[in-house]
Structures are given as structure tokens and as C-alpha cells.
């Protein structure tokens, strides 16, 4: 008559003790890629809304007017779920900031992070 071995429960506890590492690096890995994506899309929005400023060689309403256009056509409200921007335009820089949404960080009670971009405008 042959034993057999008492390891049923063996897997399910190393299982257990190696997803417990793993899902919360995997999480933070998530909520990093989609912050790089936003930080990404936005530098590109906020350079062609910086090469759009540099066609009017003084600040002014019109200025400031492409600026928002360019933007509004490359990195909308809301775009990728973050959050309202706030848009800085003076005669030298734009700057744009947003609040990118944190998936798994919310674990931590991180609800967002905010994302910045800003160029100089090349006259």
C-alpha cells in the first residue's frame, strides 16, 4: 500500500503569499503607463499649442485664443479621464496642468496625480 503526501494545501498558500506581492506591483505598473501615456499626449498637445502661439509676435487675446484652440483639438476636457485643466499662457511659456486618474494607487487613498507640461514659445 503505497502514502500519498499531505501538499494539497502547500499550493494554495504559496499562491496566495506570491499574488499578494505581485497584484500591488502589477497595479502600480498599470497607474504608471497610464500616467506616462497623459504626460505623453499632453507635452504633444501642449508643443503644438506652443508652435500655434509662436505665429503672433505679441501676447494677446489672439494668442491666447490658438493656444486654447490647439489644445482643445489635441488634449480636450476630460481627455483619458483626467480631470479640468488649468492653463497658464504668457508672452514666453505655455504651461498646462491636469489631473490624471489613479486606478490602484486609490488603495492608498491617491485618488489623482498631477500631470504638468509646458514649452516655451519659440518667436
Known sequence: ???????????????SMVAAV?????GLALDGAMLCVVKERLTSA???AANAASRYPEKGPKMESAVRRFLDANFPEGYMGTGPRAL???G????VRVAAPAY??????VRSVE???ARRISM
Open 22 to 26: 505581485t497584484v500591488p506591483f502589477l
Open 1 to 15: 500500500m503505497r502514502r500519498r503526501k499531505r501538499s494539497g494545501g502547500l499550493a494554495i498558500v504559496t499562491f
Open 115 to 117: 500631470v504638468v507640461a
Open 46 to 48: 501642449v508643443d503644438s
Open 92 to 95: 514666453e511659456r505655455v504651461e
Open 104 to 109: 490602484f494607487l486609490r488603495l492608498i487613498h
Open 88 to 90: 497658464v499662457v504668457d
